[in-house]
């Protein structure tokens, strides 16, 4: 008999080329790769129809998703880590100088609120800046992929006339999350890149974006298969940092970049596993509920498949 297929989505970067150029495989399955792009489209179709066997997902939104009932459940397997710092926003029109500008003012969110990157960007401010949620007023420019989700007091549409950009070039909107600093728009912490270097090495501050999901019913069936990704998937990543750490990568992306500086902070810039996680996750939880994302947290045994919560690679 032959392996069984599983429809599967993950966008290609170094940690998961291995498996997704079929140079590491599971024993019993085979990954069929759909490519979507943008692929937060997968996210969406992931949670709203259960589109996929297994699917990369953001953060926020499997939680969000979880709490709102979706037949999914995640593996530990940490694909996107990042640093946020220059996520943060203002327009060149605006009168926006320094982070604690903000305060008080209506600040744009890049798609919905639940994007994972404006929530650890909105994170940054309140353990750095000391600006709580309820300070500022988002207007998301989208609806979230979780539907349903219910709008906070803080949270409102974005309105207006034109795009967030637009909007932000002519100053409507002073500000905004989600972003990277263009022409129109500079970047509200100076030297972002060194600051989330920074971060990681005083507070240990380390976003993780996004994860592995696999739908219920795929798992009620063959619940071997949660240990066979993640076992495949770290073995993916083992390989990409020990290319990482003897200089076999000629010409590193960004991606990369954010990888090579935390291997002057950790052994491993890509943990995977519940274990060394913890910390991330519960910072990432609790911003979640102070944001009114969610309205408690959720114990993270519950976030994982059962057989995968004790595994570490």
């Known amino acids: 008999m032959g392996k069984r297929l599983l429809s599967a989505v993950s966008r290609l970067q170094g940690n ?3 498996v997704k150029e079929g140079r590491i495989g599971l024993d019993d399955f085979e990954l069929v790769f759909e490519e979507v792009n943008p692929l937060p489209r997968a996210f969406r179709r992931m949670v709203r129809e259960g589109a ?17 009932g979706a037949k999914i459940t995640a593996i530990p397997v940490f694909l996107v880590r990042g640093f946020h710092h ?9 009168d926006v100088a320094a982070p604690g500008d903000l305060s008080g003012r209506r600040v744009g969110v890049k798609r919905g609120f639940t994007v994972t990157t404006g929530v ?13 949620p309820g300070d500022v007023t988002w207007a998301r420019s989208d609806d979230e992929h979780v539907e349903g989700w ?22 409507d909107i002073p500000a905004a999350v989600g972003l990277t600093a263009d022409d129109t728009t500079r970047s509200l912490i100076e ?47 083992r390989a990409y940092v020990a ?19 935390a291997l002057e902070v950790m052994d491993d810039p890509l943990p995977y596993g519940l274990a060394p996680n913890c910390d991330t996750l519960d910072r990432l939880m609790g911003h979640a509920v102070a944001q009114g994302i969610i309205d408690a947290p959720i114990a993270l045994e519950d976030l994982f498949a059962a057989n995968t919560v004790d595994l570490v690679g």
């Open 120 to 132: 650890w960007a909105r994170a940054i401010l309140t353990e750095e800046y000391g600006i709580a």
């Open 86 to 94: 220059g996520a943060i926003v203002a327009s060149r029109a605006s």
């Open 16 to 18: 998961n080329r291995a």
């Open 52 to 68: 996929y066997d297994v699917s990369e997902m953001a953060l926020t939104t499997y939680i969000t998703a979880k709490a709102y």
């Open 191 to 237: 030297h972002p890149f060194e600051a989330g270097v920074a971060a990681l090495k005083a507070s240990g501050l380390y976003p993780i974006n996004h994860l592995m999901v696999v739908r219920d019913d795929v798992l009620a069936d063959v619940p071997e298969v949660a240990g066979q990704l993640f076992e495949a998937f770290a073995a993916s990543k």
């Open 243 to 261: 290319d990482l750490k003897a200089g076999r990568i000629a010409e590193p992306t960004a991606v990369d970049k954010v990888h090579l500086a």
């Open 150 to 171: 219910r709008l906070p007091p803080h949270v409102e549409e974005l309105g207006g006339e034109g795009s967030l950009g637009e909007q932000l070039a002519r100053g």
